[in-house]
């Protein structure tokens, strides 16, 4: 034992500078340091009679190396106050995905015709003339399927219950 206090107490400020000179931080620097002195106290029988410094030093280059790779994989730590509200909560998405899933259905629903004019403009942003040109079809046609479809798309999504078809009721059959 007084070999290991005679040996190790002279490096402990060669380590200290060396775990600052690793991590950039004091704090984590002296915990490093310690967390070094302990494996050395540990392992001290299995070290090699060879050199006693070297071997101290890949001891604690070893535990820096850890830390940063465990820091690096966990991310940075904060502390709640430096957390924002909107960091800490997220809106609710499950309306946002029933919504969709309601306007892809009822899109579904919609005749082929109408249904492939809604979209060529809605969704891929072409124009009534690109659109005519893609449909073969006059401009006027591309008009008039996309209001037709537009207020069938809202009749289906304002009445759910109803379908596709605007005046349609349930008939009760006996």
């Known amino acids: 034992m007084d070999d290991l206090l005679s040996q ?3 490096m402990i ?3 200290r500078r060396y ?3 690793l991590v950039h931080d004091a704090v984590a620097a002296d915990d490093l340091v310690q967390d070094c002195l302990e494996r050395v106290i540990s392992h001290w029988y299995r070290r090699k009679n060879d050199d006693a410094r070297t071997w101290v ?3 604690l280059h070893n535990l820096a190396v850890n830390r940063l790779r465990q820091a690096a994989r966990r991310g940075r730590q904060v502390t709640m106050e430096e957390i924002g509200e909107g960091l800490m909560s997220h809106p609710p998405t499950q309306e946002d995905e029933l919504a969709r899933a309601d306007v892809v259905s009822a899109i579904e629903q919609l005749p082929e015709e109408q249904r492939s004019v809604l979209l060529l403009v809605s969704v891929e942003d072409l124009s009534y003339a ?4 893609v449909l073969a079809i006059p401009i006027g046609t591309v008009m008039s399927r996309l209001s037709r479809a537009r207020e069938r798309l809202r009749h289906i999504l304002e009445n ?3 379908g596709a078809r605007p005046g349609s009721h349930l008939r009760r059959v006996k």
């Not at 690109?130 to 040109?133: E, S």
Request: aromatic share 6%; net charge neutral.
């Open 8 to 10: 190790v107490e002279p």
């Open 13 to 15: 400020p060669a380590l």
């Open 19 to 21: 775990a600052r000179g």
């Open 57 to 59: 030093f890949a001891i």
């Open 130 to 133: 690109q659109v005519a040109d």
């Open 160 to 162: 759910p219950a109803r």
